[in-house]
């Protein structure tokens, strides 16, 4: 039994549990300890139970690529040149944002920083600032800041009802409280100032579902609703832009009544696609675990180094049959992940013969289509 936090009401019993005590958080690390996923019929939104010690969790423990400054996440290939998320994620703001010089922004749930020096690079005469529940990257933030210009753990009171945009890049399906979140966003905002917000859109990347420091999931219908209730208009909500992501733009108003119109159809097709979803992950580990003996002792692998292909060796039996974790990402390549070689698929050895793949399956099948060599292999793939 959990309380929502955008509506308060009590949810009773989860829709998901995870089996093994062994989860899977954001940044594909093992958490000991269940997932318990609920769902809120009412406004269509998911929350899962947030990890014990959260704040510390996020103050202290939450390192993103070892604190690398220029370490990113590979977004996509496009005619075999890589792009990575950051560099999606500016090209995206600039097409929907007008910028002026002059204009002051905050970036709110920054991490390393690194979207607002990217964003600097190409608009030298806005005023970044930035903001993190963490210090730990204030290190990284001194290299193209002063420090009047960034705060952790509060905001300052001078930032009150001064900033023309306050963007937010992945941090709102983080926190345990997004309402209290963007109440302190309205506040640091000039009148009509704007939010901008990218959040994972489970809809198109399901894997979000079982990550254990997601606390919440959104669909349309809630992300308009806590906005409403925060006291901001909803400009717009993009799901076509950033792959499996919800980029929404808001705007401070002097409204803070929730007048939103919910339509009933729409809401019970969310809620089934949630419990689809449920079902899905519920059912999951046997089917792993099913074609584990179809393939005796072979020697295996697993393609993906992230939540899909994690989410894989916590369900294994005999895990030990996994000699490597394979992913294209130069970051990745090279590094441990539960202490199993993270290989090129260049480099794979002749003797795996089995293959898990740990991917979406919206892209497994495509991805896996496209590495080069491997269509001359005839490798036994488990796709989720």
Known sequence: MIECALTKDILQTPIYHSQNNKS???????????????????????????????????????????????DDVLYTVVNGNKVFRQQHQIETLLSKVKFEDGMKILDYGCAKGTVMKRLLAQKPNVLPHLFDVSKMYAHLWDRFLPSDRYASYQLKEEWQDSFD?????????????PVKELNNIKNILKPGGLFYCIVPNIFDNNGDFIVADHVHHYSEVSLRYMLAKAGFETLEI??????????????????????????????????????NMADYWNNLKFRIQDFEQTADR???????????????????????????????????????????LIIHPDKLPAEINTIYVGLNPKIAQAAIDSIDGWERQSYKYFFL
């Open 24 to 70: 899977v958080t954001s940044l594909s690390e093992i958490y000991q300890g269940n997932t318990l996923v609920y769902l809120n019929y009412n406004i269509g939104h998911l929350q899962t139970k947030e990890l014990e010690n959260i704040e510390e969790y996020y103050d202290k423990q939450y390192e993103i690529f070892n604190q690398s400054e220029e």
């Open 165 to 177: 945009l306050v963007t937010s890049f992945f941090a709102f399906e983080h926190t345990p409280d």
């Open 238 to 275: 993009d799901t076509k832009s950033h792959f499996a992501a919800f980029i929404i733009v808001g705007r401070k108003t002097h409204n803070d009544r929730i007048d939103l119109e919910i339509s009933p159809v729409s809401l019970a097709e969310i809620n089934q696609n949630y419990l």
């Open 298 to 340: 072979s020697l295996a692998a697993i393609y993906g180094a992230g939540v899909y292909g994690n989410f894989i060796a916590t369900c294994l039996r005999d895990f030990d049959r996994i000699k490597y974790f394979v992913d294209r990402n130069p970051l990745l390549t090279g590094k441990k992940m539960m202490e199993k």
